[in-house]
């Protein structure tokens, strides 16, 4: 493999992956908050009517 | 596809028997699993920021990812091993944890770029390929560093999620 097409796969696998899986796990990492928030307060939060739109 | 038989396979095992009932023996491994994730973690740290030029500029690039590679798979060996024993104490609650599949994604993710990768982007970068053979050989210097970046946000989501089983 010539150092030209490695250089692009790599730029393209690294860059799906900083963004594809960062979406993924902040989408995730918020979703958990705010099951904690519903977990912990006795008013629904508006985040939870949201994740389940 | 449903795996759950896996994991009740894991909870019915002997092995889980073990990690209830001996809490002594729980802690130690538990002990093993951090030790080893700081040992891969903090290998991956040093060759990443390495590349980008951030830690020991005054070593050779090729050095440090030479030396750290063994390190790296014993370090990866151990969080494997340990993993699976603490993993069976809890198997079915992990089964339906959406953090402890996130950081089983994480980690294939993390092992697949490594092993392909990172391995042969480091092995091009244009310092390394500057000590041995011509520069047309060498992947461009920014690609090292995204493939660096990519790789440390990689491992750092590994780490957080397995803190994240804990407080879910």
């Given at each position: 493999?010539?150092a ?20 993924y ?8 908050m ?9 008013d ?10 | ?45 040093l ?5 980008l ?27 494997i091993?340990?993993?699976?024993y603490?993993a ?25 770029f ?15 390929i ?19 970046l ?19």
């Amino acid at each position: 493999m010539t150092a030209n097409t490695l250089g692009k796969i790599a730029a393209v696998c690294s860059i799906v992956i900083i963004i594809g899986w960062g979406v993924y796990w902040a989408v995730q990492v918020q979703d958990t908050m705010c099951l904690l928030e519903a977990a912990t307060s006795e008013d629904m939060p508006e985040c939870l009517e949201q994740m389940y739109e | 596809m449903d795996i759950v038989f896996i994991f009740e396979w894991l909870d019915a095992s002997w092995l889980s028997e073990l990690a209830r009932t001996s809490a002594g023996v729980f802690s130690m491994v538990q002990a093993v699993h951090i030790l080893s994730m700081i040992m891969l973690c903090g290998m991956l740290i040093l060759g990443d920021l390495r590349m980008l030029n951030v830690v020991l500029t005054g070593v050779p690039s090729d050095v440090i990812i030479q030396n750290t590679k063994k390190w790296i798979y014993i370090g990866l060996v151990g969080i494997i091993l340990s993993g699976i024993y603490e993993a069976s104490a809890i198997a079915m609650k992990l089964a339906t944890n959406s953090f402890f599949w996130a950081k089983m994604a994480g980690l294939a993710m993390g092992i697949v770029f490594l092993l392909s990768v990172r391995s042969a982007v480091y092995s091009r970068a244009p310092e390394v390929i500057g000590s041995n053979g011509p520069q047309s050989d060498a992947v461009e210097a920014w690609v090292v560093k995204l493939v660096a970046l990519a790789n440390l946000f990689i491992w750092f989501s590994v780490a957080a999620n397995g803190r994240w089983i804990g407080f879910s």
